[in-house]
């Protein structure tokens, strides 16, 4: 029989060892230190990631304007360096018949929208700066319950193999078999569209009145994207928890009568934790992408998403390119910094791996 009772991951005990396999070693810093000196691309990421993070917490200190509010005055308004070109069609009776007057005028752009504005008069740097804490909240949140989900499942899988490991896996194996995005898709419409509205903490306390009073959570998406993505965290920590289970400490540990929450937290989680974190990074920007294929298709429940701007601009592209190529820039930063990140974590974590800054 197995005892599947030693490991309830909630209690203060469980969450105090798991908080102790995060913590990160004075070896591991120094590698972590010494990566990030010789790495460019790591520094450029951690620029990229924190200047999101900070555009994201303080949206509404940054934000020049309200970005629900809309000027159909000031529609499709260009970025600054650029104009617009429009055509005007009107008729003019000449001698008796109506001919038709073609009008070019050319729109100039503003101080005031840096970046333009959409096809309704929205300020693009502002619904820019807000879509940044949706894609941010879905992408952390998202991996966290991928993560946790996903890694009690493998190290289960891993440290029981048998039957257990059989269950699970082929239960993993059959998620892997659907696209994410078409997964994805069919869990929304199955769990339908569901969002949280948050009060603004700048707004509440009066330092900017004219923002939104609350920002909008998908939770629908939140909830889906960590259902899609469990299956990676679940298969690296079954790959390590199947190769610290034989170590020899593992089995003095079982020669001594420890029990198997005691060893999975002890023993087998800490040594597991390292590509676990790397996974991480890799999946929130994994994630952050499928939120924005899901708000480009409508899914998203909230309309401050990059990828709702995105599908909003696509029907604009011949003349006003920037509705959709504003957000769609702000996610290939995003991503691009993450992944930058993530790669200075491998190579500073795994030492058997040359990086750009790494050695033999």
Same mark, same amino acid.
């Given at each position: 029989? %197995?005892?599947?009772?030693?490991?309830?991951?909630?209690?203060?005990? !469980?969450?105090?060892?798991?908080?102790?396999?995060?913590?990160?070693?004075?070896? !591991?810093?120094?590698?972590?230190?010494?990566?990030?000196?010789?790495?460019?691309?790591?520094? /450029?990421?951690?620029? /990229?990631?924190?200047? %999101?993070?900070?555009?994201?917490? /303080?949206?509404?200190?940054?934000?020049?304007?309200?970005?629900?509010?809309? #000027?159909?005055?000031?529609?499709?308004?260009?970025? /600054?360096?650029?104009?617009?070109?429009?055509? #005007?069609?009107?008729?003019?009776?000449? #001698?008796?018949?109506?001919?038709?007057?073609?009008?070019?005028?050319? %729109? #100039?752009?503003? %101080?005031?929208?840096?970046?333009?504005?959409?096809?309704?008069?929205?300020?693009?740097?502002?619904? !820019?700066?807000?879509?940044?804490? !949706?894609?941010?909240?879905?992408?952390?949140?998202?991996?966290?319950?991928?993560?946790?989900?996903?890694?009690?499942?493998?190290?289960?899988?891993?440290?029981y193999s048998g039957r257990i490991d059989d269950v699970l896996m082929r239960s993993a194996d059959v998620m892997l078999a659907f696209p994410s995005l078409v997964l994805a898709v069919a869990l929304v419409g199955l769990i339908g569209t569901a969002s949280l509205r948050v009060p603004d903490p700048f707004v509440l306390v009066g330092l900017t009145p004219n923002m939104p009073e609350t920002f909008t959570l998908p939770g629908t998406v939140i909830i889906v994207v960590g259902l899609v993505n469990w299956v990676w965290f679940a298969r690296v920590a079954r790959s390590e928890a199947l190769s610290v289970r034989s170590e020899e400490y593992i089995k003095a540990a079982r020669s001594v009568g420890a029990s198997d929450r005691h060893i999975v937290l002890r023993h087998v989680l800490p040594n597991s934790i390292t590509p676990i974190i790397v996974l991480a990074t890799i999946q929130v920007a994994a994630i952050i992408l499928l939120e924005s294929a899901l708000a480009f298709l409508g899914f998203s429940g909230t309309t401050l998403s990059w990828g709702f701007d995105i599908a909003q601009g696509r029907q604009y592209l011949s003349t006003s390119w920037w509705i959709a190529t504003v957000p769609g820039l702000a996610i290939v930063v995003t991503v691009v910094g993450i992944n930058l990140v993530g790669d200075w974590l491998r190579d500073a974590l795994d030492p058997g791996i040359e990086g750009e800054g790494g050695g033999p």
């Open positions: 029989m %197995v005892d599947l009772d030693p490991l309830p991951f909630v209690s203060y005990e !469980t969450l105090t060892r798991v908080r102790e396999a995060l913590t990160p070693s004075p070896r !591991t810093v120094r590698n972590l230190r010494k990566e990030l000196r010789q790495s460019g691309l790591a520094k /450029l990421g951690i620029v /990229l990631i924190v200047g %999101v993070v900070l555009m994201a917490a /303080l949206a509404p200190v940054l934000a020049p304007h309200n970005p629900t509010n809309q #000027n159909l005055d000031e529609n499709q308004l260009p970025p /600054l360096g650029f104009d617009r070109k429009t055509t #005007n069609t009107t008729t003019e009776i000449v #001698n008796g018949s109506i001919s038709i007057v073609n009008q070019t005028t050319w %729109v #100039n752009s503003t %101080v005031e929208h840096p970046l333009g504005t959409d096809s309704l008069g929205r300020d693009m740097l502002s619904r !820019t700066i807000y879509g940044a804490r !949706t894609s941010l909240i879905v992408g952390v949140v998202g991996t966290s319950i991928a993560a946790l989900f996903g890694v009690t499942v493998g190290l289960l899988a891993g440290y």
